[in-house]
């Protein structure tokens, strides 16, 4: 469904995107850094998550059914994930995540994956990833429907490239465009 659709379908729905930072529950209670440090909005709730390692994109909304079909995998949702994985990754490696790789839950759908150089836009992470002198990092683009717990990082890890950083670009139509980090965009 392409945005302006999606948009004039929920128009009367609240629809708000965060740029999560490295270290937040994609929650709003807790003891711990949450969605409530940063979004001063009442009854909305995310659609899907993000573990607290990673960071980038949070589609948050107060409409049930969107946010089911958001982050429902029945909806073949496109995630877009930029991932920062130890070691050189090899075009074998990129070769398994296309054709799905076997995770302790089964078999993943293939993924589109392709080797990207870091990108421009991207931020610091508050802490730093850790660096090994001896061994390169390298950047990935990977998008997936499903939404397995930690799927992304049981994926590269599988193939022998455990990640180290990972930033969720894009849900479907919606992007990460310009939102800076902590903040968010009222839709």
């Known amino acids: 469904m ?4 999606v ?3 929920f128009m ?3 629809i708000v995107l965060f740029n999560k930072p490295f270290g937040v529950l994609c929650q709003f209670s ?3 850094k949450n969605l409530s440090n940063y979004i001063d909005i009442k009854n909305i709730y995310p659609a899907g998550r993000l573990d607290k390692d990673s960071e980038g994109l ?6 049930g059914k969107l946010q089911h079909q958001i982050s429902h995998p029945k909806f073949d949702k496109e995630k877009t994930y930029i991932v920062q994985v130890d070691g050189q990754i090899s075009t074998e490696a990129i070769d398994q995540l296309c054709r799905g790789v076997t995770l302790k839950d089964g078999l993943t759908k293939p993924a589109k994956a392709l080797i990207i150089d870091k990108p421009s ?10 660096i090994r002198k001896d061994i ?3 950047w990935i683009e990977l998008k997936i429907t499903e939404g397995k717990n930690r799927q992304v990082r049981r994926m590269t890890a599988h193939v022998g490239f455990p990640t180290l950083r990972l930033i969720r670009a ?9 939102i800076s980090l902590g903040k968010y965009e009222h839709l």
């Open 7 to 9: 948009q004039n379908k």
């Open 170 to 178: 894009q849900i479907g139509d919606w992007k990460l465009n310009n």
């Open 136 to 138: 390169p990092t390298s």
């Open 58 to 63: 949070v589609i948050l909304t107060d409409d």
């Open 2 to 5: 392409h945005l302006s659709l």
């Open 12 to 14: 009367a729905s609240n």
């Open 30 to 32: 807790g003891e711990d």
């Open 121 to 130: 836009w991207i931020w610091d992470r508050t802490p730093p990833i850790r």
